[in-house]
C-alpha cells in the first residue's frame, strides 16, 4: 500500500474499496468490538421470520468507509477526527459492499473532507452516507500489509445446519455393509443414536457380536442380516434395496470397489440411467457456503459424458441441501479454452451444454482455475464476470487425482470437515473413510438422508 500525501491531493479524487461481507466477518467483528447484538451474528433468528438475521452492524460499514481512507486514500498515516454517517439500508452475510470516498474539501494542518458512501452491490443501493474528516500524511509512506497475521474462524456452521435438516426427517433404513470392526460399527450405532438412520448390519453375525462387545458397543435389538463374505455381504445388501426392506446403503470394514460392484451390475444392480459419481460435501472455514468437490472418489478419467453426469449429481445434491439454483464452477488448469488443455475444452462443453439445458437446475461456468472459481477479486483480477466466478458452490475437477488432492488439502491445511455421498444409485450410497472423524460420518448419513427425502418428496 502506498498513501497519496496531503499536497498530491485534489478535490474531486476518489477512491473505493470492495467486500464481500461474510458469517464470518461478523463473528470476528463480534468478538473484537464486544458488541453480541444477536441480530449481527450469523445463525440467529431475533425477528422471528425463521432465518437467521445475519445482519451486520452499522459499525462494520463505517469501518469499511476507514479502511478505505487508511489504505488507498490518503492512505498509511492518515488519522480519522470526525465522521457523520447516516444509514438507509442494510447489509447482510452474503452481501457484496463498495466503500466509496471522495475529497471534498482541503483545510489547514492537512485537513481532509470527504463525503463517503457504502453501496450494497446486489441491487446498487446506498446504504450508508456521510462525511469523513482526516487528517492525512505529509510524507509518502508505503506497508506491506501481506505481514499481517490471517485470522481463522474455525466452526463448522453449515455442517450443524445439514444435521439440524436431517434431524427433522424420518431416519433412514440403512444397510451397513460389513461392520466387522469398532469404526465402522461404532458409526452405524453413532448416525442411529442422532436419529439419521435405522441400521440393519449385514455381515458375519459371530465377527460384527464380537467387534460390538470389544468395542464396547450395545448392538440389541439391531437387526443382522448374515453374510459369509464381503462380496456376499454386498450383493445381500443390494437385495434389501431390491425388495424395499432399506433405503440406503453405508459401506462397513470393506473396499469400496467391493461395496460398488453388484450395484453397477447392468442386470441386478442399482442403476438408474447415470454414472455413479462421488460428491464430497465440505465445510471449509472462512466459506459463507458449504462447498461440493466432485468427482474425488470413484471416476479415475472421466470423459465428457461422464463429467455430465458428475455435474448433474451434484446439482441435485445441491439441491437437496436447500441450495436453489448451485453455482458449478468447472475447473481446470486455467480460466480461458485452450485446445492443448483438455480439462479446459471439457469445462467449456459443459458450460455450453448447461446453457443449453443437457444440465439443469444449476448456473455452470467453466473454465475457471481455482482462485478465480472461489475469490471475487481474482475473478476481477482476470477480467472475468459470470454469476459463478468468485461465488462456486460446486467445484466439478478434471479427474480423481486433482479432486482428492483438492479435498486434503482443503481438510489438512484449511481445516475443512469433509463428508460424502455416492448418487447415481437407486439408493443413496454412504461413502466414509477410515480417516473420517465423527462428524464427517454424521454429516454423511446426514446428507443420505436429506437426498433421499427430497427425492420422496
Known amino acids: 500500500m502506498e498513501n497519496r500525501p496531503f499536497d498530491t491531493l485534489k478535490l474531486g479524487d476518489t477512491a473505493e474499496v470492495r467486500r464481500l461481507c461474510t458469517a464470518d466477518d461478523l463473528y470476528v467483528f463480534a468478538v473484537a468490538t464486544g458488541n453480541h447484538n444477536p441480530m449481527h451474528l450469523p445463525d ?5 421470520d425463521g432465518a437467521p438475521d445475519t445482519t451486520a452492524s452499522g459499525v462494520f460499514l463505517s469501518a469499511m468507509i476507514s479502511a478505505v481512507l487508511g489504505n488507498v486514500l490518503p492512505g498509511p498515516g492518515t488519522l480519522y477526527h470526525r465522521q457523520d454517517l447516516s444509514f438507509t439500508g442494510y447489509a447482510h452475510a452474503g452481501d457484496e459492499l463498495v466503500a466509496r470516498v471522495t475529497v471534498t474539501g482541503l483545510g489547514p494542518e492537512a485537513m481532509v473532507t470527504l463525503s463517503t458512501s457504502v453501496v450494497r452491490v446486489r441491487d446498487e443501493v446506498e446504504i450508508a452516507t456521510g462525511v469523513a474528516e482526516v487528517q492525512a ?3 509518502p509512506i508505503s506497508f506491506d500489509d501481506r505481514d499481517l ?3 481463522l474462524v474455525q466452526t463448522h456452521r453449515h455442517f450443524d445446519a445439514i444435521l439440524k435438516q436431517a434431524q427433522a426427517l424420518p431416519a433412514l433404513v440403512t444397510a451397513v455393509v460389513w461392520p466387522d470392526e469398532a469404526q465402522s460399527l461404532g458409526s452405524a450405532m453413532l448416525a442411529r443414536d442422532h436419529g439419521l438412520i435405522i441400521p440393519v448390519l449385514v455381515g458375519d453375525g459371530l465377527r460384527i457380536r464380537a467387534a460390538a462387545s470389544a468395542a464396547g458397543i450395545d448392538i440389541t435389538g439391531v437387526q443382522i442380516v448374515g453374510a459369509s463374505s464381503e462380496a456376499a455381504a454386498a450383493l445381500a445388501a443390494v437385495e434389501l434395496v431390491q425388495f424395499r426392506k432399506v433405503q440406503a446403503i453405508m459401506k462397513g470394514h470393506l473396499h469400496t470397489d467391493v461395496l460398488l460392484r453388484p450395484m453397477l451390475d447392468r442386470e441386478k444392480g ?14 471449509v472455514p472462512g466459506l459463507p457456503h458449504p462447498l461440493l468437490v466432485s468427482d474425488a472418489a470413484i471416476n479415475i478419467a472421466p470423459d465428457l459424458m461422464t463429467k455430465v453426469d458428475i455435474v448433474q449429481n451434484a ?12 453455482r458449478v464452477g468447472v475447473l481446470s488448469a486455467v480460466e480461458t479454452v485452450t485446445p492443448e488443455i483438455p ?3 471439457d469445462a467449456a462443453l459443459l458450460s ?3 446453457e443449453r439445458g443437457q444440465i439443469t437446475g444449476g448456473l455452470v461456468d467453466g473454465p475457471l482455475a481455482m482462485d478465480n472459481a472461489l475469490d471475487l477479486a481474482a475473478a476481477r483480477t482476470k477480467g472475468i464476470r459470470s454469476a459463478v466466478a468468485g461465488r462456486a458452490e460446486v467445484l466439478i475437477v478434471p479427474d480423481l487425482d486433482a479432486g482428492n488432492m483438492l479435498v486434503k488439502l482443503l481438510t489438512h491445511l484449511a481445516h475443512a470437515e469433509a463428508a460424502g455421498l455416492v448418487i447415481g444409485a437407486s439408493v443413496p450410497v454412504i461413502l466414509t473413510s477410515r480417516a473420517d472423524g465423527p462428524l464427517a460420518r454424521l454429516v454423511s448419513a446426514a446428507l443420505a438422508v436429506l437426498h433421499a427425502g427430497r427425492r420422496a418428496g
Request: aromatic fraction near 4%; charged fraction near 20%.
Open 44 to 48: 440467529r433468528d431475533v425477528n422471528g
Open 137 to 139: 500524511p505529509t510524507l
Open 149 to 151: 497475521p490471517g485470522l
Open 270 to 283: 442399482l442403476r438408474i440411467g447415470r454414472r455413479f459419481t462421488h460428491i464430497f460435501v465440505m465445510d
Open 315 to 326: 446439482i441435485d445434491l445441491a439441491h437437496s441441501l436447500g441450495i436453489t439454483r448451485p
Open 343 to 345: 480439462s479446459s475444452m
Open 352 to 354: 455450453k451444454m448447461a
